[in-house]
């Protein structure tokens, strides 16, 4: 694994605190704590696929959740897909509901990522570490605030023996405190990747949002979110004109993600299902 990916693996573990999400993965935090929601299923059909019928689908993910509302388990089977590879996460906690430890079984590989958070609750140290002793990895997350103690800045150090890679993240924000946009660039200051959001005000429900990547090629991609009355997301439109329309049941739980292609056509349809403690 090169340092750019290790970089990307290790992002996508630091934003679970603080990024804004784009889509929509069946995870509704109050809902979940307002009914107990102890497991979640998905399944998924691929109609668009050849030989595939609406009867067929499998289990992609499962997510099990505490009496607490904390996810401790997450399953995601990749092969579902027809795409190689699964993992699976066991995730511990303090008495502070935050995430100390991960364990990680993936590509036969049982991989553990150990957290250590500053006194904002922000991920300040983390240490990957391999079954096999092999490929270990430490990172360290320095932070800079604004006068609303929010991020203003991160530098990312990762160190796996002699090598050394660091990147930089910078935060902007709108006059209600929402993140609009976010910069990654490399040591050189090199701009990786631009993204930009926007946010209702109140409600924190997002909008618009934009990437922008350079490294390693470019590319740009939009989307646009759309919700009902009660403020259910029920459709996210792509700018390469596929979509994701989102269905909900009488309890507000979401039970189907349709996705269309760019020729209109149904790609894929995500069903879900629930256990209730």
Same mark, same amino acid.
């Given at each position: 694994?090169?340092?750019?990916?290790?970089?990307?693996?290790?992002?996508?573990?630091?934003?679970?605190?603080?990024?804004?999400?784009? !889509?929509?993965?069946?995870? #509704?935090?109050?809902?979940?704590?307002?009914?107990?929601?102890?497991?979640?299923?998905?399944?998924?059909?691929?109609?668009?696929?050849?030989?595939?019928?609406?009867? #067929?689908?499998?289990?992609? &993910? =499962?997510?099990?959740?505490?009496?607490? @509302?904390?996810?401790?388990?997450?399953?995601?089977?990749?092969?579902?897909?027809?795409?190689? !590879?699964?993992?699976? @996460?066991?995730?511990?906690?303090?008495?502070?509901?935050?995430?100390?430890? =991960?364990?990680?079984?993936?590509?036969?590989?049982?991989?553990?990522? #150990?957290?250590?958070?500053?006194?904002?609750?922000?991920?300040?140290?983390?240490?990957?570490?391999?079954?096999?002793?092999?490929?270990?990895?430490?990172?360290?997350?320095?932070?800079?605030? @604004?006068?609303?103690?929010?991020?203003?800045?991160?530098?990312?150090?990762?160190?796996?023996?002699?090598?050394?890679?660091?990147?930089?993240?910078?935060?902007?924000? #709108?006059?209600?405190?929402?993140?609009?946009?976010?910069?990654?660039?490399?040591? &050189?200051?090199?701009?990786?990747?631009?993204?930009?959001?926007?946010? =209702?005000?109140?409600?924190?429900?997002?909008?618009?949002? =934009?990437? &922008?990547?350079?490294?390693?090629?470019?590319?740009?991609?939009?989307?646009?979110?759309?919700?009902?009355?009660?403020?259910?997301?029920?459709?996210?439109? *792509?700018?390469?004109?596929?979509?994701? &329309?989102?269905?909900?049941?009488?309890?507000?739980?979401?039970?189907?993600?349709?996705?269309?292609?760019?020729?209109?056509?149904?790609?894929?349809?995500?069903?879900?299902? *629930?256990?209730?403690?």
């Amino acid at each position: 694994m090169n340092n750019f990916h290790r970089f990307f693996i290790i992002t996508i573990t630091l934003l679970l605190i603080k990024a804004t999400a784009m !889509g929509q993965d069946g995870i #509704d935090s109050a809902l979940f704590k307002k009914f107990g929601v102890k497991k979640m299923w998905v399944y998924v059909k691929i109609p668009i696929l050849p030989n595939k019928t609406m009867n #067929d689908s499998c289990m992609c &993910e =499962t997510y099990e959740f505490d009496t607490l @509302n904390r996810m401790i388990y997450e399953n995601n089977n990749l092969k579902c897909y027809g795409w190689g !590879g699964s993992y699976e @996460n066991f995730n511990t906690f303090n008495n502070k509901n935050q995430v100390t430890r =991960t364990k990680q079984n993936s590509y036969n590989r049982t991989i553990f990522m #150990d957290f250590v958070y500053n006194t904002n609750g922000d991920i300040e140290r983390i240490l990957h570490t391999n079954s096999d002793n092999a490929d270990t990895v430490f990172t360290i997350n320095q932070y800079s605030y @604004n006068s609303k103690n929010k991020i203003k800045t991160i530098k990312n150090t990762n160190i796996s023996g002699i090598d050394t890679s660091i990147f930089f993240m910078k935060y902007n924000y #709108d006059s209600f405190d929402n993140v609009s946009q976010i910069f990654t660039y490399t040591k &050189e200051m090199t701009l990786i990747k631009k993204e930009t959001f926007e946010t =209702t005000p109140i409600s924190k429900k997002l909008l618009e949002f =934009t990437v &922008e990547k350079k490294i390693p090629s470019e590319s740009y991609s939009k989307g646009w979110n759309y919700y009902n009355t009660e403020a259910q997301l029920i459709k996210t439109q *792509y700018n390469n004109n596929t979509w994701t &329309e989102y269905v909900y049941d009488n309890n507000g739980f979401l039970s189907k993600a349709l996705s269309y292609n760019i020729n209109g056509k149904l790609n894929t349809i995500k069903l879900y299902f *629930y256990e209730l403690y």
